[in-house]
Each structure stands twice: as structure tokens, then as C-alpha cells.
T-cell receptor, first 116, second 115 residues
Framework: GAVVSQHPSRVICKSGTSVKIECRSLDFQATTMFWYRQFPKQSLMLMATSNEGSKATYEQGVEKDKFLINHASLTLSTLTVTSAHPEDSSFYIC????????????FGDGTRLSIL | AQSVAQPEDQVNVAEGNPLTVKCTYSVSGNPYLFWYVQYPNRGLQFLLKYITGDNLVKGSYGFEAEFNKSQTSFHLKKPSALVSDSALYFC?????????????FGIGTKLQVIP
């Protein structure tokens, strides 16, 4: 089956640090990637949709200057949390899909971000 | 606007008994419907999907789901629950809109299978 690798799995860092999270589709070309944030005991909150070679589409209320998304190739998307603060601590999950809306999303294993 | 409702925060079922996890949706047009499962500190895993055709869809690990257009529901079912099925289950609806895919997830239902 399709595999999505997300790295790192866990990050602990000081307030003010910028953190980059990578999401790679290992065995298929992902035209579209999604970035989610998940709070404890809550559903996935879609942050942005990323299409290869174009700017990401951010959901309402998500600061695009805070959460920088780059989807430079069909197998890699990155999320950079700039100048992270404790309130940015969360579980971030990426997913990737082929360019057909009837295809399932394939998820990475998530990144636990803890800002001290 | 599209939405997904999972009315139960948690479902408890005894091992060996049938289980149902409920999902209803609201969307304009013909949606694609999905179920995913999430184990602790992991990403989501795809279970099954409904695109078109037979209303009863079979998926991974013995799960199935029934699409009911009149009731706008897509309940997840399994004839005999296993302890290892205990996890968080998400229903999702997906539409293509203006060149972009719009995906909406339900809030999730925690399934607890009791030995």
C-alpha cells in the first residue's frame, strides 16, 4: 500500500525556534498534500491544502506567515512553524493523495511538537 | 458547506459482539465517503470508501460500511468486534471544488472493545 513518511516524529524545542516538518510520499506521486493539526481528544483540523508547484490554500484562521508550507515536488511537502510558541504545541499530521478525489488519503504518523 | 457528524464520542462493545459507529453527513452534490482509524500517537489509516455502486462497502480488517443516501448516513460496522479494534475512528467526506479537494472529518468516535 501507499506509504507516507513524516519526520521528525517528535520535537521538543524552546520558544522562538522555527521547526520544519517533512512529509514524503514514498511510492507514489502526491499531487495534493494536506496538513492537519490535532488537539487532544479532538478531530483533525485542516490547516492547509498543498498542490505541487503552487501556493498552499490555507483554511480560515490559519496564519500563512506562521505556518509556511512548501510543496516543491510530487513527493515532498514541508511545514515550517516559524518562531514557535507554547500555544503551537500540538500533534501535526500530513497526508498525501493522488490527484483524484475518489482516492483515499495516506497519512504520515504525525509529529508531536512541544514548545517549552 | 459540507459537514460530518459522528454523534457518539465513545462506543463500548463486548468482544465478539457486532459493532456500529455512526456517521451522517451534509453536502451539496455527490460526496465520496471514507472511514479511517487512528491508533494512539499515530497517523490515520484508511479503512474503506464509498464512491458509487453497491451501498454496502467492505474494507480492511473485516469492517464494512453502509451508504444510505436518503438518511445521508455512512455507518461503520463489523459483525464481531476484537479487542484490537479499540481505537479512534473518523468518518470523512470529500468533494472536488474548483480544482481543489475539500475534505471534512468528523470529530471521531472512540471505540472500546471490552474483553
Amino acid at each position: 500500500g501507499a506509504v507516507v513518511s513524516q519526520h521528525p516524529s517528535r520535537v521538543i524545542c524552546k520558544s522562538g525556534t522555527s521547526v520544519k516538518i517533512e512529509c514524503r510520499s514514498l511510492d507514489f506521486q502526491a499531487t495534493t498534500m494536506f496538513w492537519y493539526r490535532q488537539f487532544p481528544k479532538q478531530s483533525l483540523m485542516l490547516m492547509a491544502t498543498s498542490n505541487e508547484g503552487s501556493k498552499a490554500t490555507y483554511e480560515q484562521g490559519v496564519e500563512k506567515d506562521k505556518f509556511l508550507i512548501n510543496h516543491a515536488s510530487l513527493t515532498l511537502s514541508t511545514l515550517t512553524v516559524t518562531s514557535a510558541h507554547p500555544e503551537d504545541s500540538s500533534f501535526y499530521i500530513c497526508s498525501a493523495t493522488r490527484d483524484y478525489s475518489n482516492q483515499p488519503q495516506h497519512f504520515g504518523d504525525g509529529t508531536r511538537l512541544s514548545i517549552l | 458547506a459540507q459537514s460530518v457528524a459522528q454523534p457518539e464520542d465513545q462506543v463500548n462493545v463486548a468482544e465478539g459482539n457486532p459493532l456500529t459507529v455512526k456517521c451522517t453527513y451534509s453536502v451539496s452534490g455527490n460526496p465520496y465517503l471514507f472511514w479511517y482509524v487512528q491508533y494512539p500517537n499515530r497517523g490515520l489509516q484508511f479503512l474503506l470508501k464509498y464512491i458509487t455502486g453497491d451501498n454496502l462497502v467492505k474494507g480492511s480488517y473485516g469492517f464494512e460500511a453502509e451508504f444510505n443516501k436518503s438518511q445521508t448516513s455512512f455507518h461503520l460496522k463489523k459483525p464481531s468486534a476484537l479487542v484490537s479494534d479499540s481505537a479512534l475512528y473518523f468518518c470523512a467526506v470529500r468533494l472536488q471544488s474548483g480544482g481543489y479537494q475539500k475534505v471534512t472529518f468528523g470529530i471521531g468516535t472512540k471505540l472500546q472493545v471490552i474483553p
